[in-house]
């Protein structure tokens, strides 16, 4: 890394730390900021910025928590780089389980009135009043967490990270192109699976099971292999570059997205298979792989962050 991506590491830090409305424009300021500060330095010490220097300075200039803390109003729980960090943790927990025990209430017949009041009543005693625990557990957890970083700094020193690696390096994308393969594998003929396993003795109602439905064949079948194929070239240019280009990225939201949609409309399109536990049992894993890679898209996108001009003056105080 060099003394440029030191510092948009720092910068994306900062601003994931920060409400959503508020990260692109202090993001584009704090840019400006650190490259001149930065700049500064080298120039008083006669040489080129580079990454040692850019992590000695940016160490020097605090803490990304602490960073953040200037550009927002800061809780005073526990610490106040830690503040709203608890607070989203606390409603995300208390949300959890007061929802938790509510569907587990409703279960019950509710036959009248009067029912409907002595399940509220339970979910309050059962569920609403013993989850305050939650919050407590919190508190203890940030509290050693502040602890922690006081009693050993070095621990909590900053390090950059760079936004295009690979989540697991070249090994992981390796293993996700022979998941791809193997899928590729099942897609063109699930019975193979059959044959290999059982040597072609399998029973009948197990071949039944992984047959597929004409109309699968000639819909979405052909469509879901050619999805899968696009992908092995563009997971193949990754790994020889040993990272995610930000020209790749595009084309894997959109090649993840039609995916998405393919697989979705496989589901909630006519059978798959000719065996009806086989064919359900798919569509369950369809659905479930959707809502996992459009979990990933969304919580990618929530973390970007694109610095832009400053609509007002954030002042760092």
């Not at 010490?45 to 040692?52: E, I, L, M, N, S």
């Not at 803490?63 to 109003?73: G, K, M, Q, S």
């Not at 700094?153 to 090994?171: C, D, E, V």
């Not at 290999?196 to 047959?211: M, S």
Request: with cysteine.
């Amino acid at each position: 890394m060099n003394a440029n991506d030191v510092v948009e590491s720092y910068i994306t830090d900062v601003a994931l730390r920060l409400p959503r409305r508020q990260r692109n424009d202090v993001a584009f300021e704090l840019r400006a900021l650190l490259h001149d500060e930065l700049q500064g330095r080298a120039d008083i010490a006669g040489v080129a910025p580079d990454a040692a220097m850019a992590i000695a300075f940016l160490r020097d200039f605090g803490r990304p928590e602490d960073v953040a803390a200037r550009y927002r109003p800061a809780l005073t729980i526990i610490d106040p780089a830690d503040g709203q960090r608890f607070v989203r943790a606390t409603v995300i927990g208390l949300a959890v389980l007061w929802c938790l025990g509510l569907v587990a209430g409703l279960r019950e017949p509710l036959d009248s009135p009067s029912d409907v009041l002595r399940m509220l009543g339970q979910w309050w005693g059962g569920s609403v009043l013993p989850s305050l625990w939650w919050p407590g557990v919190l508190v203890i957890g940030f509290g050693l967490a502040h602890w922690t970083r006081r009693r050993w700094p070095p621990a909590s020193l900053w390090k950059p990270r760079n936004k295009y690696g690979i989540h697991g390096g070249r090994t992981a994308m390796v293993m996700a192109v022979l998941g791809i393969v193997c899928g590729l594998y099942v897609l063109i003929e699930p019975r193979w699976i059959l044959d290999v396993a059982f040597h072609g003795r399998a029973a009948p109602a197990a071949y039944d099971a992984l047959t597929y439905t004409d109309a699968f064949r000639h819909r979405q079948g052909p469509w879901l292999l050619l999805a899968l194929l696009l992908n092995l070239p563009l997971f193949a240019a990754v790994i020889v570059k040993g990272r995610w280009a930000p020209l790749l990225r595009q084309p894997e939201l959109v090649l993840g997205t039609v995916t998405c949609a393919l697989m979705l409309w496989t589901a909630m399109d006519g059978p798959i298979f000719v065996g009806e536990a086989g064919d359900q049992t798919t569509k369950s894993i369809l659905v479930l792989l959707v809502v996992i890679s459009l979990g990933i898209y969304c919580l990618r996108w929530y973390r970007s962050v694109r610095p832009t001009p400053a609509s007002r003056t954030h002042a760092l105080h």
